[in-house]
Nanobody, 125 residues
Framework: PVHLVESGGGSVQAGGYLNLACAAS????????MGWFRQAPGKQREGVAS????????YYADSVKGRFTISQDNAKNTLYLRMNSLKPEDTAMYFC??????????????????WGQGTQVTVSS
């Protein structure tokens, strides 16, 4: 089965940065789409950024555009999320997700089949 493991979360002050990574096993990059999602306490899980096969397209939530960058290293089977200029409202559990093939609504959690356990990001003001 596909196995996704996130890392890189932590606590940072507003304006700081973090790099998240998602190591994938039993999953072939460029045969599927991958994404980062987040969920804050009491809120629904929301899409943050996603990337389609062969890096053809990337998608970002309006709230993170210009601050976050999604990328993937096929040789390392790893997905990344670079998060700059972090804000307290970015505080959430961040999840990596994957699906086979491209995606129609690439920021919707319901279109992704495989999920990691999450990594906590906390941004203090």
């Amino acid at each position: 089965p596909v196995h996704l493991v996130e890392s890189g979360g932590g606590s940072v002050q507003a304006g700081g940065y973090l790099n998240l990574a998602c190591a994938a096993s039993e999953y072939t990059f460029n045969k599927g789409s991958m994404g980062w999602f987040r969920q804050a306490p009491g809120k629904q899980r929301e899409g943050v950024a996603s990337i389609t096969p062969f890096n053809t397209n990337t998608y970002y939530a309006d709230s993170v555009k210009g601050r976050f960058t999604i990328s993937q290293d096929n040789a390392k089977n790893t997905l990344y999320l670079r998060m700059n200029s972090l804000k307290p409202e970015d505080t959430a559990m961040y999840f990596c997700a994957a699906r086979m093939g491209t995606c129609v609504d690439c920021l919707s959690p319901k279109f992704f089949d495989y999920w990691g356990q999450g990594t906590q990001v906390t941004v203090s003001s």
